[in-house]
């Protein structure tokens, strides 16, 4: 039986935060934190040399699973990037329309599982090993899906010369991650959201999306808002997250109250769906975000839930029962309220306010738990250390926000006068690591 009363935190932070939790008060919380090194992983990057020294240093926190301790104390955890570096993109019309999008400065990125090596010892945390992803030997990309295709967002990847580079039929946004009890890994991501199969060697050996393996009603995730959380009970079953409520026919992203648990048997490919509430204190319940998950046992489950509630962002670590949960059936009723006090929903208990306990980081997106049951680990995605710098010696202090690029006409608009303006868009640091 899982003990409430857990006394310390172990914590990775900047790229990684773990915490040892407690239903306690905040004096009886102990944290570590540690900054990950990825020196044999850099990115290589050709731009602003100044700022990057020619490399851009990859996250692998967006979702955590334990892995090992060593007999010397060391601990092991697998981590996962997510898509790659990526950051905003100006207005962008195309065909006399608007489209969204994104920068992609290194479009050739492969999202890949790492190893978080943690030395308590030496103080220090380190990526030891990097498995990227491949489907039959050939490594995909995190770009966005061919319009068209379930999972697609309908983004378009630009460099920043605001050349369109395409997209990747096999393109993942890989968001969570757990290990199977045969030693492969399932991951889930944001794009479909889809539920993956991986080997050891990171090969892809199977990929279950909306109506192909996963309810059709998943199609209606808010894009880029898919399977943010994954991981394995002890029956072997694969429970997924859906990061924010379902939009469906376009009308409930900031309406419905419950976001979707689902569950995924990987033997006889049955799903069962559960209504998880939302927290109340958001502006509209689509500001939620839930982050990753980890299974307790039982029928129980440990969870990140954050976003700004009453003007101030939270991030918060649940106990989450799905014993007695009702089923929820593929379709929207649920989002569109016409299952309001028909149904039993997850019942969930706060452990942890990170905050409270020094978490000072905008998302905290892995959480694990050790083997003690009185520690766990919360990781964050530092989105790679990098943002978007804007050059434009017309305009004072610019920002991505101020312009409009029409690529029919292929000209830069300032926003604020409608005038045409030359333009340099680059990287810049998010972060000190």
Not at 48 to 53: G, H, L, R, V, W
Request: charged fraction near 25%.
């Amino acid at each position: 039986m899982m003990k409430k009363n857990w006394k310390r935190w172990l914590a990775l932070s900047l790229t990684l935060t773990c915490l040892g939790c407690a239903g306690l008060s905040a004096q009886d919380v102990q944290t570590k934190a540690y900054i990950v090194h990825a020196d044999h992983y850099q990115l290589p990057y050709k731009g602003n040399e100044k700022a990057f020294n020619h490399h851009i240093n990859p996250g692998y926190g967006s979702s955590l699973v334990f892995k090992d301790i060593k007999s010397d104390g060391t601990i092991e955890f697998y981590g996962l990037t997510d898509r790659g570096p990526n950051g905003d993109i100006p207005k962008y019309i195309k065909d006399g329309k608007k489209k969204i999008g994104k920068f992609f400065p290194t479009p050739e990125f492969t999202p890949s599982i790492g190893v978080i090596t943690v030395n308590p010892a030496k103080d220090r945390a380190d990526i030891t090993k990097s498995i990227p992803l491949k489907v039959s030997g050939k490594v995909i990309t995190g770009k966005p899906l061919p319009p068209g295709l379930t999972g697609s967002t309908n983004e378009v990847a630009l460099n920043f010369a605001m050349k369109d580079l395409g997209t990747d039929v096999n393109g993942l946004d890989t968001e969570g991650i757990t290990l199977g009890k045969d030693g492969s890994f399932w991951i889930s991501d944001e794009y479909g959201p889809f539920i993956v199969n991986v080997d050891r060697n990171g090969n892809i050996l199977a990929k279950y999306g909306p109506g192909s393996g996963l309810p059709k009603i998943l199609a209606s995730r808010v894009p880029n808002r898919g399977s943010e959380g994954l991981t394995m009970d002890e029956k072997g079953h694969i429970f997924a997250l859906i990061q924010s409520p379902l939009n469906v026919s376009g009308k409930t992203a900031k309406t419905a109250k419950y976001t979707r648990i689902v569950e995924f048997d990987p033997t006889t490919k049955e799903t069962t769906m559960y209504a998880y509430p939302v927290d109340t204190g958001y502006k509209n319940p689509g500001a939620a975000k839930l982050g990753d998950i980890t299974s307790i046992g039982k029928g129980r489950f440990l969870m990140i839930e954050q976003g700004k509630q009453h003007g101030a962002m939270q991030n918060l670590i649940y106990k989450v029962d799905l014993n007695g949960a009702t089923p929820i059936a593929d379709n929207g009723d649920l989002e569109l309220g016409l299952l309001d006090g028909k149904i039993t929903p997850a019942k969930k208990t706060l452990v942890l306010d990170l905050r409270a306990n020094g978490w000072n980081i905008e998302k905290a997106e892995g959480l694990a738990l050790l083997p003690d049951r009185r520690t766990i680990a919360v990781v964050n995605d530092n989105d790679f250390g990098m943002d978007i710098a804007v050059t434009d010696k017309k305009a004072a202090d610019p920002d991505v926000s101020d312009y409009t690029y029409d690529s029919d006409k292929k000209v830069m608009i300032y926003n604020k006068d409608k005038s045409v303006h030359k333009v340099k868009f680059s990287l810049k640091k998010n972060a000190p690591a």
